[in-house]
């Protein structure tokens, strides 16, 4: 069999024969709620995510892995700054996510981008090394994010970038305090924990990038911040309580008669406005290093 000369070429990705590692499920699910819900999401840290990508390095004809893309939004920024020459490739395990993230490269009439369904992270491996790998909230839902870390380290090329965004969710506030608002990062915040993740994963960056044996990553701490009856903050809260209802029900955290999700976005509006809050969702934390030649 003629070997393949290009990691992009053809089917571009293999797994490893080995023992998949215990899952931990994504809280947030895949409903069509949540893939909506994702691609809204996206409008909001778009711009952080973009400001740590040009920070660490990521730039045209770079070959980049996109860790847990989910719909594909830090996959198409990526291929934007990455340009014709590059190539980025977007792996996730939810089926209904890759399906969607290949619609919207489609419709977009994108080239240099494409999405691979893997079962599980932990033992996934391209045919050849990359140029960087990438991944936005991710290592949250990871049992040992540093053992992933290292990992996904050894299949970036010896000088390549490992780039890794995840929230605080503590930091997350409004100002002056809003009840209806302290609810929902409540419930939120104690549905995640219930689920298992790691809900301040952005301070652990650091440490977790050590223990995965590399360099002192450099770091930017970031928050879309808004307020007034046009901010989209209302409805980005309200489409993540959406997501984790069935979660919160189950963990009875709140029930869909407490929450009324369908007017949720709406009366947080309402209430927001009128007391003049500002709202900060919570703070995302980036962090990238370059692999060194001994790794």
């Known amino acids: 069999m003629k070997q393949q000369n290009s990691l992009f070429s053809q089917r571009p990705f293999g797994i490893e024969k080995e023992p998949a590692a215990p899952r931990q499920?994504?809280?947030?699910?895949?409903?069509?709620?949540?893939?909506?819900?994702?691609?809204?999401?996206?409008?909001?840290?778009?711009?952080?995510?973009?400001?740590?990508?040009?920070?660490?390095?990521?730039?045209?004809?770079?070959?980049?892995?996109?860790?847990?893309?989910?719909?594909?939004d830090v996959s198409f920024l990526t291929a934007r700054l990455i340009g014709s020459a590059g190539h980025v490739v977007g792996i996730d395990r939810s089926v209904a996510a890759i399906d969607r993230a290949r619609e919207r490269a489609a419709e977009a009439g994108l080239r240099n981008v494409s999405f691979e369904v893997v079962d599980d992270l932990a033992v996934f491996r391209p045919r050849t090394p990359v140029d960087a790998v990438v991944g936005r909230l991710i290592l949250m839902y990871l049992q040992d994010p540093a053992a992933v870390l290292s990992h996904f380290a050894l299949q970036v090329r010896p000088g390549g970038l490992i780039v890794f965004q995840e929230l605080v969710l503590s930091m997350c506030r409004s100002e002056p305090s809003c009840g209806l608002a302290e609810r929902c990062r409540e419930w939120i915040h104690d549905t995640f924990v219930q689920a298992g993740a790691d809900v301040d994963m952005g301070w652990k960056l650091f440490a977790t990038f050590q223990r995965a044996g590399l360099p002192c990553p450099e770091m930017l701490l970031g928050s879309p911040v808004g307020g007034g009856p046009d901010s989209p903050m209302y409805k980005h809260i309200a489409e993540t309580v959406r997501s984790l209802l069935p979660m919160m029900e189950q963990y009875g955290i709140a029930t869909a008669e407490e929450v009324m999700v369908d007017n949720l976005a709406d009366r947080l509006r309402t209430e927001m406005t009128a007391a003049g809050t500002v709202c900060a969702t919570p703070c995302l934390i980036g962090a990238w290093s370059r692999k060194p030649e001994s790794y």
């Open 25 to 72: 499920e994504y809280v947030l699910g895949d409903a069509e709620c949540e893939l909506r819900r994702l691609a809204s999401q996206s409008r909001l840290l778009g711009d952080i995510t973009e400001e740590v990508m040009l920070r660490a390095g990521i730039k045209p004809g770079m070959s980049v892995l996109d860790c847990g893309c989910g719909v594909g």
